[in-house]
Nanobody, 119 residues
Framework: QVQLVESGGGLVQPGGSLSLSCGAS????????MGWYRQAPGKQRELVAI???????NYTDSVRGRFTISRDNAKNTVSLRMNSLKPEDTAVYYC?????????????WGQGTQVTVSS
């Protein structure tokens, strides 16, 4: 009922920057929260950053100060600006949304976009 599509992944050098975007489409009443998770090979999926509809944000410690999450509520999009990238940031980045649909609140995931930080 809700589709999330990520874009902006790619290959960057350490210290470089990259921006990710995610747009929500489908049939929903509203989106309460949107965020980004990532999963590196052999590792568990972890929270990167999340933003709720009030604008309040939360970041995992490893990216705080380097990454910035933003949201356009009118367009139902969320972006992640990643600066000072490190090799350990390499992962598949997934967009996540908590949306209110006809049945109630539900969680949805995008298909993921690869971010590789390497020289």
């Amino acid at each position: 009922q809700v589709q999330l599509v990520e874009s902006g992944g790619g290959l960057v050098q350490p210290g470089g920057s990259l921006s990710l975007s995610c747009g929500a489409s489908g049939r929903f009443v509203s989106i309460y929260a949107m965020g980004w998770y990532r999963q590196a090979p052999g590792k568990q999926r972890e929270l990167v950053a999340i933003i709720i509809n009030s604008g309040r944000t939360n970041y995992t410690d490893s990216v705080r100060g380097r990454f910035t999450i933003s949201r356009d509520n009118a367009k139902n999009t969320v972006s992640l600006r990643m600066n000072s990238l490190k090799p350990e940031d390499t992962a598949v980045y997934y967009c996540k949304a908590e949306a209110l649909v006809a049945y109630g609140p539900r969680y949805y995931w995008g298909q993921g976009t690869q971010v590789t930080v390497s020289s």
